[in-house]
């Protein structure tokens, strides 16, 4: 069967007859052992070598060349993940634009430009002897947008505010933290309540920046004290779920970066986006409709930078929920009914690939445990689980967000009716979501479809399950806190491996407490002669600040 007309066969089984989607049947073509992916479908569509989401479309991040007469504003449209809220100290400012925002706007103790390498920022030098202790030479030439001079103790103030909140989203960077305090003005001493292998990286995190004391205590009451960083862009006008504009300040203590301003669009209607794009409205957009992405790839006036997010779009079950979500074989029910490469298709085409394993690790994520056997379609065994569960034919609700996970959500609803389960589906915008999935015990959530952060490193993916500002699972199971307990103090690899595919084989492959639906392939449209953008495998930590537009590049009828 031909790719297109298996996309169309099985987008009309959402409206036709569930006998027309299992004609369609599977035929995905599984990723590579070492964790990249294919496209759904055919082989011929992968956009990726075998290296694990390997960018293999022109790169984002080419540098400006020399004397390039550059454009002083940008406008980019993100995805569907509106900006709620510009702080990084509400649950509602944690989506992916928000943190490539607060990296604009915003500076961190640490950087962290790859995987596990650590270089100085706000911080200029740090020591530990025993992984509990850290002393932190900070910058002494440092202003924030609000004029005031950055010193240790706005650190303290950021970090004594995250610790006192635990639905802060920095609160799990800080919250072993036993005291803190100023050796001087531009030195700080961080003590932990136990050893922490990792603490300086999660201070590179996106939402680590540090804050300014003094905005804080100026308007407590308005949240646009989150705004106000030491970062080389300073907000200018904001409007929730709308658009935020930023522009760069002229005190930055750094080095500057070639855009002189820039707006961050939300744009609901993925229809208006190639119609803005064309129009001179836009010369960004990381979300379109896989329709329009294929539409871009053949046009000469544009580029598509695609890239694997390294995190699954997951059927996430409540862990602290009723009795049916803490059923497994509900759970088993749920994961072999499914057909994971009609679902990916449905919601994406191929720009999604299903699948390719059991696991819900990155493949660019340490230490991810391969060889688990991928889950398929069987429906005889799914209603064989289902007959063993506490299931009574209740309604189950599932929540979600974005277009491309209500459609993955409507054929789960079908898919789901073919063993039995009745699934109402509950669209909600994204600030709804996250508010919907804040730790909370007395939750009533059933079933969510959303991404699970997935970092590149192991420690963050800890931190997800056991930071209640990021527990999109709700989790509190004692296993998880344990491991991540130990983790947090071992410095062996080996043994560091060892607790990781622990997590990874027990919590998610053998209890079945998030099943990866599918992986999105985010394809970055942008007009000729936009680069700079230095893109990641792991969505938040997308960084703008090297954007630019050469206007030479650019096609006449789309320059300003």
């Excluded at 695609?306 to 602290?320: K, L, S, T």
């Excluded at 391969?370 to 289902?386: F, N």
């Excluded at 299931?391 to 039995?420: C, D, F, N, V």
């Amino acid at each position: 069967m031909k790719k297109s007309t298996r996309i169309i066969a099985v987008i009309l089984s959402l409206t036709m007859c569930l006998s027309l989607l299992a004609a369609c049947g599977g035929g995905g073509t599984p990723a590579p052992s070492g964790g990249g992916s294919t496209s759904s479908g055919s082989s011929d569509s992968s956009r990726f070598d075998s290296s694990g989401g390997t960018t293999t479309g022109p790169s984002a991040a080419t540098p400006v060349s020399e004397g390039a007469n550059l454009a002083d504003h940008i406008d980019i449209i993100i995805n569907d993940t509106q900006i709620t809220v510009l702080n990084p100290m509400l649950p509602a400012g944690s989506g992916g634009p928000s943190m490539w925002t607060y990296k604009l706007i915003h500076d961190f103790l640490v950087d962290q430009p790859s995987p596990g390498v650590l270089e100085p920022m706000l911080a200029t030098e740090w020591s530990t002897d025993d992984y509990t202790t850290y002393t932190l030479k900070l910058r002494d030439d440092v202003y924030f947008h609000n004029g005031e001079k950055f010193t240790a103790e706005d650190v303290i103030w950021t970090a004594q505010y995250a610790k006192d909140n635990p639905s802060a989203p920095p609160n799990g960077t800080w919250r072993l933290m036993e005291s803190i305090r100023a050796i001087d003005p531009y030195t700080v001493e961080v003590v932990l309540n136990q050893m922490y292998i990792d603490f300086l990286s999660d201070l590179s995190g996106g939402m680590s920046g540090i804050l300014s004391k003094k905005a804080y205590e100026n308007n407590p009451e308005d949240a646009s004290w989150g705004q106000i960083g030491t970062g080389p862009y300073k907000v200018t006008a904001f409007s929730s779920n709308d658009y935020c504009t930023i522009e760069q300040t002229d005190n930055y203590w750094g080095d500057k970066y070639p855009t002189r301003s820039m707006t961050l669009w939300t744009i609901p209607e993925l229809s208006i986006r190639m119609v803005m794009m064309k129009n001179k409205e836009a010369q960004v957009s990381f979300q379109m409709t896989p329709e329009d992405l294929d539409l871009m790839e053949t046009d000469p006036d544009f580029e598509i930078f695609p890239v694997m997010i390294n995190e699954p779009g997951i059927i996430g079950f409540n862990d602290q929920g009723d009795a049916i979500m803490k059923d497994l074989n509900f759970r088993k029910a749920v994961a072999y009914a499914l057909n994971y490469d009609d679902i990916a298709m449905v919601a994406l085409g191929h720009w999604a690939t299903a699948s390719w394993d059991g696991n819900v690790w990155g493949p660019d994520t340490q230490y991810r445990l391969e060889g688990l056997p991928k889950r398929e379609q069987d429906i005889e065994l799914a209603k064989d689980y289902l007959a063993k569960s506490v299931y009574k034919g209740e309604t189950i609700t599932m929540i979600t967000t974005s277009p491309h996970y209500i459609r993955a959500s409507e054929i789960i609803q079908l898919q789901l009716e073919q063993i039995g389960v009745k699934l109402e589906v509950t669209p909600t915008d994204h600030a709804g979501l996250v508010d919907a999935l804040v730790y909370n015990p007395e939750s009533t959530v059933q079933l969510h479809l959303f991404s699970m952060a997935m970092s590149h490193t192991a420690n963050a993916v800890f931190n997800s399950l056991t930071n209640r500002g990021l527990n999109r699972l709700n989790c509190n199971d004692p296993f998880v806190y344990e491991l991540a307990d130990q983790y947090k103090v071992t410095a062996d690899e080996d043994k560091r491996r060892g607790i990781a595919q622990e997590l990874q084989l027990k919590y998610f492959f053998e209890d079945y407490h998030a099943i990866a639906a599918f992986w999105r392939v985010q394809g970055i449209a942008a007009i000729k002669g936009v680069g700079g953008i230095n893109l990641s495998t792991d969505q938040f930590r997308h960084n703008l600040r090297g954007i630019y537009w050469n206007l030479d590049e650019t096609p006449a009828g789309l320059r300003p």
